[in-house]
């Protein structure tokens, strides 16, 4: 069964930092990944999506890398935004193409 | 497009009341996905279907939740009786169902459940 974890849990930077946040899925025999933002009482949004057969995708500040090999992605916050807060969550689909969520990690930035 | 629609977005009931949430996927997606929050457990999977078929309903937690998908535009959760651990954010989501690396999953605002 897919385990898709995400750390930090929380985090919180001052404006203008380029900040990571890391997804890690133990089966890495997916389809794709995607990262969600999800602001407070609101549904999710998709960010970026990153087929098995790429390594990276970029979205103006945002950039997603993926290396099956290890499970691992990562999203890259280039000149972080108060805007930018909100919780981001990782999803993996595999086989099953239903995908598997991690529990976010939950980004303050702070003017 | 709207994009996926969800009513009611508030809902305060009593234990043991019978709640029906309710969805309408985007045009022309063909398949409908139904989840829960908590701070708990985080987003978990309820029901998936695929063409208005169930395909997997693993994540149903027990009998007093059922889903419906009558038609290609609307979609059902209902929960009956309620009790007070149903207290929840349940979203909906829909996706054109093409099984490929590129389907993306887009999601509705959410309703948010409160038993009391």
């Known amino acids: 069964k897919q385990e898709v974890t995400q750390i930090p849990a929380a985090l919180s930077v001052p404006e203008g930092e380029n900040l990571v946040l890391n997804c890690s899925f133990t089966d890495s025999a997916i389809y794709n990944l995607q990262w969600f933002r999800q602001d407070p009482g609101k549904g999710l949004t998709s960010l970026l999506l990153i087929q098995s057969s790429q390594r990276e995708q970029t979205s103006g500040r945002l950039n997603a890398s993926l290396d099956k090999s290890s499970g691992r992605s990562t999203l890259y916050i280039a000149a972080s935004q108060p805007g930018d807060s909100a919780t981001y969550l990782c999803?993996?689909?595999?086989?099953?193409?239903?995908?598997?969520f991690g529990r976010g990690t939950s980004l303050i930035v702070h003017p | 497009d709207a994009g996926v629609i969800q009513s009611p977005r508030h809902e305060v009931t009593e234990m043991g009341q019978e709640v029906t949430l309710r969805c309408k996927p985007i045009?022309?997606?063909?398949?409908l996905f139904w989840y829960r929050q908590t701070m708990m457990r985080g987003l978990e999977l309820l029901i998936y279907f695929n063409n208005n078929v169930p395909i997997d309903d693993s994540g149903m937690p027990e009998d007093r939740f059922s889903a419906k998908m009558p038609n290609a535009s609307f979609s059902t959760l209902k929960i009956q009786p309620s009790e007070p651990r149903d207290s929840a954010v349940y979203f909906c989501a829909s996706t054109l169902g093409r099984q490929s690396s590129t389907d993306t999953q887009y999601f509705g605002p959410g309703t948010r459940l409160t038993v009391l």
């Open positions: 045009s022309g997606h063909n398949s």
């Open positions: 999803a993996v689909k595999g086989g099953s193409y239903i995908p598997t």
